[in-house]
């Protein structure tokens, strides 16, 4: 109606359409501060998280009691990877949520236990029920498939939920992301791209949008759409950084760790200077868990050190402690695991993959297996569901399942160990760029020589050594894996 009634007093065409920002519903006195959330909105599902910060910021600064203003504040900061800030925002909203109408209020709560106390199963009955009361809700659809349902391992309720999401706004971007992240654990890379096909065709575009385009391509081993994707990156506002630690990982999987380490540093220095600090830290994570993986302990334990000192959010610390774990520094890992647990007592990943996954690995290192698995037995309902570290930061995908092998080889029990690397290579499509795809091919190698399977130890140990035949050849668990393989009968 405003845009008929603009065009017939004499306003130009291409000005309405230029200023033509419909208002979203939202609870808020100030029609200033409904006006700044909406256009928020607008950038948020059409351009990006970053692009749209502002105007939620402004929003909140002309209503500082306006719920959903500082809702969808949080939800913008966590999605770029800021963790610390998105919880201090979505308490606030919280705290306001009486000032908010009924399916508001289903959107704040939803986000507290998916920010605050991380509890997904207490998120996904909320957002369920939200879904049921306001079926034609976009944002209830979009939460179960970006953030609850994939973290769960439920990827088939993703999917439903993300094309639901899509039928319901078809010119919201965030959706389309949702259902590439939910399509490539279950191998189907070619909707995925289909995917991504429409929502250019819709003209919608997201940072996002190009890592998928990356893995999607080095899924496929598809070296031409990777470096296509990584160059659109570079000339992409709220991209560079994102892609330059996928990137990263991506030259880790072969053994490329030099080149590896500068992506790396690129991407933290990117985010750094973007304002990002426990962004940066998410990089600098992966960074460090990779160097641990590989056996270098003083870059692990010097790389988990500096993650603390950028940013102290659920993830980098956790990243940081596994780093800690791996380069034998216990004594760390074990602090940091106690106060995880300590701050995030209801959080579902903390406590079914992170402190169970650190003191697994504290076990391994004190050679007390059994007490490993024991502590490994609480991530099995989720155990191929996708990681909160694995966002940003690519590592912590399938970790339970890895640690579980390394357990079974310590009890030498070849058969079961190889069971579980297995699993881990029957799942490539969830690691992507994650170097545990390329590790567990060796490890896969050791469990079999155990078992006495030669053949096909063999077969696994050349897998690995021809991933990584071009790879630096320092790089501890190479020179080791070359000495087990020529020991081969």
Same mark, same amino acid.
């Given at each position: 109606m405003a845009s008929r009634f603009r065009t017939r007093i004499g306003e130009s065409l291409a000005t309405v359409e230029r200023h033509d920002t419909p208002l979203a519903e939202a609870t808020t006195p100030s029609l200033e501060a409904l006006k700044a959330y909406s256009t928020g909105w607008k950038v948020s599902t059409t351009v990006g998280d970053a692009a749209s910060v502002p105007f939620f910021q402004r929003a909140i600064q002309i209503d500082s009691q306006f719920a959903m203003g500082h809702a969808m504040l949080g939800r913008m900061y966590g999605d770029l990877g800021e963790s610390g800030l998105a919880a201090v925002s979505i308490r606030k909203a919280y705290e306001l949520r009486d000032r908010a109408s009924d399916?508001?209020?289903?959107?704040?709560?939803?986000?507290?236990?998916?920010?605050?106390?991380?509890?997904?199963?207490?998120?996904?009955?909320?957002?369920?029920?939200?879904?049921?009361?306001?079926?034609?809700?976009?944002?209830?659809?979009?939460l179960l498939a970006g953030w609850i349902y994939p973290y769960l391992g439920q990827y088939e309720e993703s999917v439903a939920s993300a094309r639901r999401a899509i039928e319901i706004d078809p010119g919201a971007a965030p959706p389309y992301n949702a259902l590439v992240l939910s399509l490539e654990p279950m191998g189907r890379l070619d909707e995925a791209e289909r995917t991504l096909d429409l929502a250019a065709e819709r003209k919608l575009t997201r940072p996002n949008f190009l890592i998928d385009r990356?893995?999607?391509?080095?899924?496929?081993?598809?070296?031409?759409?990777?470096?296509?994707?990584?160059?659109?990156?570079?000339?992409?506002?709220?991209?560079?950084?994102?892609?330059?630690?996928?990137?990263?990982?991506?030259?880790?999987?072969?053994?490329?760790?030099?080149?590896?380490?500068?992506?790396?540093?690129?991407?933290?220095?990117?985010?750094?200077?973007?304002?990002?600090?426990?962004?940066?830290?998410?990089?600098?994570?992966?960074?460090?868990?990779?160097?641990? %993986?590989?056996?270098?302990? /003083?870059? &692990?334990?010097? *790389?988990?050190? @500096?993650?603390? =000192?950028? +940013?102290?959010?659920?993830?980098?610390?956790y990243g940081a402690a596994l780093a800690s774990a791996l380069a034998g520094d216990d004594s760390a890992a074990a602090t940091l695991a106690d106060d995880l647990e300590k701050r995030f007592p209801n959080d579902t990943e903390v406590r079914t993959n992170y402190v169970p996954s650190?003191?697994?690995?504290?076990?391994?290192?004190?050679?007390?297996?059994?007490?490993?698995?024991?502590?490994?037995?609480?991530?099995?309902?989720?155990?191929?569901?996708?990681?909160?570290?694995?966002?940003?930061?690519?590592?912590?995908?399938l970790y339970p399942i890895y640690l579980r092998g390394e357990a079974y080889l310590l009890q030498h029990r070849g058969?079961?160990?190889?069971?579980?690397?297995?699993?881990?290579?029957?799942?490539?499509?969830?690691?992507?760029?994650?170097?545990?795809?390329?590790?567990?091919? %060796?490890?896969?190698?050791? /469990?079999? &020589?155990?078992? *006495?399977?030669? @053949?096909?130890? =063999?077969? +696994?140990?050349?897998?690995?050594?021809?991933?990584?035949?071009?790879?630096?050849?320092?790089?501890?668990?190479?020179?080791?894996?070359?000495?087990?393989?020529?020991?081969?009968?």
């Amino acid at each position: 109606m405003a845009s008929r009634f603009r065009t017939r007093i004499g306003e130009s065409l291409a000005t309405v359409e230029r200023h033509d920002t419909p208002l979203a519903e939202a609870t808020t006195p100030s029609l200033e501060a409904l006006k700044a959330y909406s256009t928020g909105w607008k950038v948020s599902t059409t351009v990006g998280d970053a692009a749209s910060v502002p105007f939620f910021q402004r929003a909140i600064q002309i209503d500082s009691q306006f719920a959903m203003g500082h809702a969808m504040l949080g939800r913008m900061y966590g999605d770029l990877g800021e963790s610390g800030l998105a919880a201090v925002s979505i308490r606030k909203a919280y705290e306001l949520r009486d000032r908010a109408s009924d399916r508001e209020r289903f959107y704040i709560e939803t986000n507290y236990d998916l920010v605050v106390t991380g509890n997904l199963e207490q998120a996904r009955q909320t957002c369920e029920a939200w879904g049921r009361t306001y079926p034609r809700d976009m944002n209830a659809a979009f939460l179960l498939a970006g953030w609850i349902y994939p973290y769960l391992g439920q990827y088939e309720e993703s999917v439903a939920s993300a094309r639901r999401a899509i039928e319901i706004d078809p010119g919201a971007a965030p959706p389309y992301n949702a259902l590439v992240l939910s399509l490539e654990p279950m191998g189907r890379l070619d909707e995925a791209e289909r995917t991504l096909d429409l929502a250019a065709e819709r003209k919608l575009t997201r940072p996002n949008f190009l890592i998928d385009r990356y893995d999607i391509a080095f899924l496929k081993g598809d070296s031409t759409a990777m470096e296509r994707a990584a160059a659109l990156a570079t000339k992409a506002s709220g991209a560079q950084d994102a892609m330059a630690a996928d990137v990263a990982s991506g030259l880790a999987y072969s053994g490329h760790l030099e080149q590896a380490r500068t992506n790396s540093d690129h991407a933290v220095q990117i985010a750094l200077q973007s304002g990002r600090p426990a962004r940066a830290a998410r990089f600098q994570a992966g960074a460090a868990v990779r160097e641990g %993986l590989f056996g270098n302990q /003083a870059a &692990a334990k010097s *790389g988990g050190a @500096a993650t603390l =000192k950028l +940013a102290r959010v659920r993830d980098t610390d956790y990243g940081a402690a596994l780093a800690s774990a791996l380069a034998g520094d216990d004594s760390a890992a074990a602090t940091l695991a106690d106060d995880l647990e300590k701050r995030f007592p209801n959080d579902t990943e903390v406590r079914t993959n992170y402190v169970p996954s650190i003191r697994a690995r504290l076990a391994l290192n004190r050679r007390d297996p059994a007490r490993s698995l024991d502590l490994l037995s609480a991530n099995v309902p989720y155990e191929l569901g996708l990681s909160g570290s694995s966002y940003l930061g690519l590592f912590d995908a399938l970790y339970p399942i890895y640690l579980r092998g390394e357990a079974y080889l310590l009890q030498h029990r070849g058969s079961d160990a190889a069971a579980e690397f297995q699993k881990i290579l029957n799942h490539l499509d969830t690691v992507i760029t994650d170097p545990i795809g390329a590790l567990a091919h %060796l490890q896969l190698g050791r /469990a079999y &020589a155990m078992a *006495g399977d030669h @053949a096909r130890a =063999k077969a +696994a140990y050349s897998d690995f050594l021809n991933l990584w035949k071009d790879a630096d050849p320092d790089i501890p668990v190479l020179r080791q894996a070359r000495k087990e393989f020529a020991a081969l009968p």
